[in-house]
């Protein structure tokens, strides 16, 4: 495995690379989630980059951009281990060298949820680096995970409206055992929240499962999930039923429905999401 620090390394390095070439980007601080992305790429492509970047644009003031974990070495040893052919981790300079002044906007699929929380350049600083990652490596596949559920549809989107010849192939969520989504901020729960956060995957799961049961009333499954993070001591940013593909609010349960979550817990600001599938219909 290469690490490379600059895009004219990357593209001289990519252009005879066998193909096709995958991408995976990440922020580091890699997990089994991480480890998912780049099995699934390893098994597709012939050449396998992952970018290892914590994108600044992309946090709001105040938010966790210095305390981010950080360990490149750490990093490099399970992406190695992983099969990757060439690891590109610039730092800022590179990516936002002086004079930096283009933003790429999603329009509507930016708004609700994370980006009504954490403000509308949230995604703007995810798709803007993602655009710049996409251009640098030009990938056949890049490869992201359901866990983050709006910023794969904002990424589809990009790509789609952008004319970006890359698949974007989104995979499933990796979990702890006791189904507590895997993420580099759980590092920041103590053991005592580490308990209460397995509140947030009980709930969606309560909820799908009342879903699934035949329940149609999207107020009666939100009640449940609020009943289930309340017993785990959680006070959630949002609990919301949404379409899949359009994020819209959904009342009425008479097709898949994403139920998503955000709260804090401690110091950590976690996300998990789950499709439940109305059964009896
Ligand atoms: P991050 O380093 O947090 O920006 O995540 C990099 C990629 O890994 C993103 O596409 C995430 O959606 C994905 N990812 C993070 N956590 C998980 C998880 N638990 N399961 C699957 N994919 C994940």
């Not at 790429?41 to 992309?58: I, Y």
């Not at 974990?69 to 490099?76: I, L, T, W």
């Not at 703007?124 to 866990?147: H, R, S």
């Amino acid at each position: 495995m290469r690490t490379l620090r600059t895009i004219v390394e990357v593209r001289a390095a990519l252009a005879d690379a066998p193909r096709p070439i995958g991408l995976v980007p990440t922020m580091g601080a890699l997990h089994e989630g991480h480890l998912a992305l780049l099995a699934q790429a390893r098994g597709d492509c012939a050449t396998v980059v992952m970018s290892l970047f914590v994108n600044p644009a992309q946090f709001a003031p105040g938010e966790d951009l210095a305390a981010y974990p950080r360990d490149e070495a750490r990093d490099a040893a399970l992406a190695r281990e992983a099969g990757v052919d060439l690891l590109f981790a610039p730092g800022r300079e590179e990516l936002y060298p002086e004079g930096f002044d283009t933003r790429v906007v999603v329009g509507e699929l930016s708004e609700p949820l994370e980006g009504a929380c954490r403000g509308a350049a949230h995604f703007d600083g995810v798709a803007t680096v993602v655009a710049k990652l996409l251009n640098i490596v030009a990938p056949a596949v890049a490869y992201f995970g359901q866990k983050d559920a709006q910023q794969a549809l904002v990424i589809r989107r990009l790509v789609r409206d952008l004319d970006i010849p890359t698949v974007i192939e989104v995979c499933p969520t990796v979990r702890e055992a006791d189904g507590l989504a895997r993420s580099s901020r759980n590092a920041y729960l103590t053991a005592a929240e580490r308990r209460r956060a397995v509140g947030l995957s009980r709930a969606l799961r309560s909820a799908a499962a009342l879903i699934a049961g035949g329940e149609r009333d999207g107020d009666a499954a939100l009640a449940v999930a609020r009943g289930e993070l309340e017993r785990h001591a959680i006070e959630p940013e949002y609990l919301a039923l949404v379409d899949p593909e359009t994020l819209a609010p959904v009342e009425h349960l008479d097709a898949p429905v994403l139920i998503a979550v955000a709260a804090r817990v401690g110091r950590a600001r976690l996300i998990d999401n789950l499709i439940a599938t109305p059964g009896g219909a």
